[in-house]
């Protein structure tokens, strides 16, 4: 069975930082592209961060250069780490595992990071 656990989100204030984990269990976690989402208040769920299996990043215009997307493939743990937070980055983060074989994709629970202003 496939799990993913998303960790180490918060209240922080603006201009602050936070690092997320998330971590994959019952699936060759090195063979995955991993994702970040999120979901604000009233707002569809959008991509933020991608890491391919081969360590290929790519990021939403909103948070690049802000944020920094990582893995950890001997722990199965992605992570984003997240700089200069703004009170918009305020939403529920959820991290997602993606294959070409696999048709929806591994969502974990979500983290709630909110940013005070």
């Known amino acids: 069975q496939v799990q993913l656990v998303e960790s180490g989100g918060g209240l922080v204030q603006a201009g602050g930082s936070l690092r997320l984990s998330c971590q994959a269990s019952g699936l060759a976690f090195s063979l995955y592209h991993m994702q970040w989402y999120r979901q604000g208040p009233g707002s569809q769920r959008a991509l933020v961060a991608t890491?391919?299996?081969?360590?290929?990043?790519d990021y939403a215009d909103s948070v690049r250069g802000r944020f920094d997307i990582s893995r950890d493939n001997a722990k199965n743990t992605v992570y984003l780490q997240m700089n200069a937070l703004a009170p918009e980055d305020t939403a529920v983060y959820y991290c997602?595992?993606?294959?070409?074989?696999?048709?929806?994709?591994?969502w974990g629970q979500g983290t709630q990071v909110t940013v005070s202003s």
């Open positions: 890491m391919t299996s081969g360590g290929a990043t």
């Open positions: 997602k595992a993606d294959a070409p074989w696999v048709t929806t994709g591994y």
